[in-house]
């Protein structure tokens, strides 16, 4: 949606959801009393808490950061995001520290066997279906609202849109809080699984989220959707072959490598993408 809009690579995203992450983590420990107690139904509902800050600290981000430098050149932006990553990192640091912290169960991890062979985790169900869920308000939201005509219309010519009677700082500054939602609730999945939560966490999903968009086709909702489901079935096949050849010798740990071969043999030989390019060029 950023890049749609503004045509700006967000690099702090993946940290955004990594603050969504350790924010989530210190409301559960703060709240664990009120659950003993009763008071709150479940831990993934405190959980999920943490994404109104992320929503505000995509406020501000855009605002601070990025607003300032909509006529500047795209290096300009660039830069500002990456040392917008790394202040939320040095951030995160210095408050959460340098140490890995258990994030708490908050769906079972007991693997289940649906199908002799396939094994799949309540965890990951839930992060299927919740991002299947997700995905499906972002369409509607996108295309069948007010909201998404506004979007689209900025995305397609700021100048003619504030024309038209679109109020386009509120319209891409909607777009940061929606999309740093997004990012705390992926956060909160993403530790889910893992059961960790690290201040250095949200550099490799980022980074990947990024490899997915190019691969789908930049700027499509779609695409980016098709391309993180290919990315992860290229990631996880992969890492099972490498682990075959090499007898064992080396482990699941080098499918991170598939990520980057994806994004260069794709920006060489299809800088479009699976969907093509849907982003229109500005004048």
Known sequence: MVYGILGLINFAHGDVLMVGALVALQTIRCSLICVA???????????????WWCMILGYTIERTAYRRLRNAP??????????????????????????????????????????AGVFITPVQIAILVVSATLMVGLVVLVNKTRLGRAMRATAENHKVASLMGVDTNKIIAATFIIGSGLAAVA???????????????????????FTAAVLGGIGNLAGAMLGGIVLGLV???GAGYIEDLSFGFLNSSYQDIFAFLILGIVLIFRPTGLLGERVSDRA
């Open 235 to 237: 990631e996880s096949i």
């Open 187 to 209: 956060g909160v999945m993403y530790s889910s699984n893992y059961g960790i939560a690290h201040y250095a966490m949200g550099f490799m999903p980022g980074l990947k989220a």
């Open 37 to 51: 107690l009763g008071l709150v139904p479940h831990l993934l509902a405190i959980a999920l808490a943490g994404r």
């Open 74 to 115: 795209r290096l300009a932006p660039l830069i500002t995001a990456i040392g917008v990553s790394f202040l939320l990192q040095t951030l995160a640091m210095i408050i959460w520290g340098r140490n890995y912290h258990t994030f708490p169960q908050l769906v079972s991890t007991v693997p289940l066997e649906p199908i």
